[in-house]
């Protein structure tokens, strides 16, 4: 373990990603003492509308006169809100699944794969749409969409690695001292696998923000006031090319933080799992 | 035989498959929905309306006839009227899947010219300067969400510099459609006016398209010639004292890009997912944008349409793929 981490930490990329992760992370927790306008999630000041970036409003205004960069701050809590619950519903539902699927063998694991292959062959984002379309926007909908779409690569993941080292000595020495099949799976063959789980799942989050993102930039986000970054790009495109920071600076946003997690998780398998080569699919 | 053993062995999973989406679309549309009526009807339908759309649809029934129901009106190509254009949701798609194939196909033939030799010289290289810049490049292409660089290319190159068109696919109403492909068609016609237009402003969503799918298409192929260079053939044909650039080309080379070609399917979904936005960006008259309206106007029947094309159009390339990675690689065959 201590070796995995010191390998990590000499990957400059990785550390980069480490970086902006941790300051989301802290820009989420701290935004009503960091940002410089904290009411104006919600409030307006028609007077300042369009300002450009400056020593009252640092990365300017939007249409309403409220300040982009507190307006920011208190998107990533958004950001963080969504990706994180849909990530660990999707973990929670598809690591079980693949567990179960990998370890029995018989006509149940093989639907239980059919089901998450025909999820797996929808592009994301449309069946994200549809899903979205029909609840109605709102933040705990947004949840259910990306978690609906994205628990099917666990399950794939967990399946395959399960079905690989099952027959392996070792899980074979547990089932013959008499451990329960539950027993084998969650304290033997789960530990031996977690390292591709914790890859999955940091290149997820970064697809996954993307994903949140966009379904907000469709207007199938939390609706407004809520400062969700890829709505307030959808806004802003009416005052283009005026207010170029309207759109500007949430993209920029939204491109660290996905950033951050690509890098992060591109280091964490090269140090992880040498098996799997940087070919990666982010984004997805 | 082996070969037609193989695509019947595919096209057998192609129908169950399918027919998952079905069921995945219509648990949308129909199960999770308190009244799936007021949906299609709309937001600004009177009850009668609805009324009179739950007694067409059936919505009284038990749910595994509505679903057969469902199958049997989706084969005959029924998808149901879009409330925004009036049309029936198949044709509408229909007519706009040209302008969508054709930015696509572009995209990719596009994105592999740069994606397949940067990739290439990118593992040959290993660890050069070039390799970790183009590291760093494609983490970052992948990293940026496509409506956003699609703004930002209208920001600079149409609204400041004012080289490229802001949106559209052509210039007034496009040429009589013969294909619905405005390149081919110009070349039908042989009119180089109309040819010059269609490409012109097929810059900017092609230049947006294309950064994710390169990115994808350079990390691929360095990995798959980073095997090919590691495997015991090249090591065999090395200590035979073959010239490196044969080596390259004839062996290594070959055995990586037919791994790159079949990541085309995958490149596909990342764009047909990609066109969405990008159409909604660029006002690109193809199911992308077709689905951002009827999404914007709570158009149901257009979203569920949209969805199904979507979905089957990307299990059968993925398909294709298959079959043609199983027909170029004979362990698959065997």
Known sequence: MRRVLRKLAEDRAAMLGLALIVLLVLAAIFAPWLSTHPGDVAEFHTARRLSPPGPENWLGTDRMGSDIYSRLLFGARITITIAVTAITIAVIIGVPIGLVAGYYEGLGSDLLMRVSDIFLAVPQIVLAIAIAQTLGPSIENVILALSATYWPFWARLVYAETRSIKNEPFVEAAIALGCSPLRVMVLHILPSISSSIIVRTTIGMGGTILTAATLGFLGLGPPPPTPEWGRTIAESREFLPMAWWYAAFPGLAIFMVVMGFNLLGDGLRDVLDPRLRRAGQHGK | ?334
Do not use: C
């Open chain 2, 1 to 334: 035989m082996k070969t037609l053993v193989l695509i019947v062995n595919r096209l057998i999973w192609f129908f169950p498959t399918v027919l998952g989406l079905l069921a995945i679309v219509f648990f949308i549309s129909h199960v999770i929905p308190a009244d799936p009526a007021a949906f299609v009807a709309g937001e600004n339908a009177t009850p009668e309306t609805i009324a009179a759309i739950r007694a067409r649809l059936g919505l009284d029934q038990p749910l595994h006839i509505q679903f057969v129901r469902y199958i049997e009106a989706i084969l005959e190509g029924d998808m149901g009227r879009s409330i925004f254009t009036g049309r029936p949701v198949a044709e509408d798609l229909m007519s706009r899947l040209p302008a969508t194939l054709e930015l696509t196909l572009v995209t990719i033939v596009v994105a592999s010219l740069i994606g397949i030799p940067l990739g290439v010289v990118s593992a040959l290289k290993r660890n050069s300067w070039l390799d970790h810049a183009l590291r760093v490049v494609t983490i970052a292409g992948l990293a940026i969400a496509s409506f956003w660089f699609a703004i930002l290319l209208q920001l600079l190159f149409s609204m400041r510099l004012g080289i490229t068109p802001l949106s559209g696919r052509i210039e007034g109403w496009g040429p009589e459609p013969i294909t619905g492909f405005y390149v081919i068609d110009a070349l039908i016609l042989w009119d180089m006016e109309i040819l010059w237009d269609a490409l012109h402003h097929m810059i900017l969503p092609v230049a947006t398209l294309a950064l994710p799918a390169a990115a994808t298409i350079v990390r691929f192929t360095r990995a798959g010639v980073l095997n090919a260079l590691e495997s015991n053939y090249v090591l065999y044909e090395t200590a035979m004292g073959y010239p490196r650039r044969l080596v390259i080309w004839k062996y290594v080379l070959r055995n990586a890009l037919i791994g790159t070609v079949t990541q085309i399917g995958l490149i596909f979904g990342i764009l047909l997912a990609g066109a969405v936005v990008v159409e909604a960006v660029f006002d690109w008259p193809g199911l992308g944008l077709f689905a951002v309206n009827a999404i914007l106007s709570s158009d149901y029947n257009a979203v569920m349409g949209f969805t199904l094309i979507a979905g089957t159009m990307f299990i059968v390339v993925n398909l294709v793929v298959d079959i043609l990675q199983g027909m170029i690689d004979p362990r698959e065959t065997r």
